[in-house]
């Protein structure tokens, strides 16, 4: 195959969680000019209708739905959305999710209950109802988002997030262990482990760049172009012989 078409991802339709910006935008934009067509989905309607028109004014056909990725009625009415526009889906990104640092001992089971219910079992749940379309197509590709501090805990001079991390770390466990079961319905399941990249998650630490970039090998922050083909890849026929790996994009941290 020529090399790029095994970087397209024409025909392919793509649902992406926590679409709307970030992250998830990121990922959007580079899945759009890679030809996928698009839902989005967030819990703002009208944050995800403004990214879905940025995508639409890449060519492509993008829809934006709201969705509570941590309740289950919305999932299952978001993947009938998908499915009614498209009749399958082909590429799934479980990107929605919570961050939250504070220590283990201050932090209140109300809010470790929140981000297990939204980075845990939300990507339970949209892993489930879309995998059985895939399952049925007997073809899918499912791209979890984990976290650099899934494999090393972050510094606490910047930020303390043991919480997090250990909802992180379980995506990572769950990547590995469902690649394993799913590859007999030709189904792929990969994990990306951003390091730093601005975004909402990590507004709260803009004061502290000049020290998070001496952290980092490479000298800087990661940004859109650094982030969006990592996703283009995993979700692109080349890597159809990849499963079951984390792909840290850290800019070094982890060395």
């Known amino acids: 195959m020529d090399v790029k078409k095994l970087f397209s991802l024409e025909n392919k339709v793509a649902v992406i969680t926590g679409?709307?910006?970030g992250l998830g935008l990121m990922i959007a934009e580079g899945f759009a000019e890679a030809g996928a067509k698009l839902i989005l989905c967030s819990r703002k309607l009208d944050e995800c209708e403004a990214a879905a028109e940025k995508m639409r004014a890449l060519g492509v056909e993008c829809h934006a739905t709201a969705c509570d990725v941590a309740k289950e009625d919305d999932v299952?009415?978001?993947t009938?959305?998908?499915?009614k526009q498209f009749g399958k889906v082909d590429i799934l990104v479980n990107n929605a999710g919570m961050a939250w640092g504070d220590e283990l001992e201050d932090t209140p089971l109300e809010r470790w209950d929140q981000i297990y219910n939204t980075n845990v079992r939300g990507t339970f749940l949209c892993t489930t109802e879309i995998g059985r379309n895939m399952i049925e197509n007997k073809s899918g590709k499912i791209i979890n988002l984990s976290s650099m501090t899934a494999f090393r805990a972050s510094d606490p001079a910047i930020a303390i997030t043991p919480a997090y991390a250990s909802t992180k770390g379980a995506l990572a466990t769950l990547t590995r262990s469902l690649a394993r079961y799913w590859a007999k319905h030709n189904i792929t399941v990969n994990g990306i482990a951003p390091g730093i990249f601005p975004s909402n998650a990590t507004k709260g630490l803009d004061k502290k760049e000049k020290e998070m970039e001496a952290m980092i090998p490479l000298g800087r922050l990661g940004?859109?172009?650094?982030?969006?083909?990592t996703a283009v890849f995993l979700a692109s026929p080349a890597a159809d012989?990849?499963?079951?790996?984390?792909?840290?994009?850290d800019g070094g941290m982890l060395t």
């Open 19 to 21: 679409g709307s910006k």
């Open 76 to 78: 299952k009415a978001m």
């Open 80 to 83: 009938a959305f998908a499915l």
């Open 223 to 229: 940004y859109t172009d650094d982030f969006k083909g």
């Open 241 to 249: 012989y990849i499963t079951g790996h984390i792909l840290v994009v």
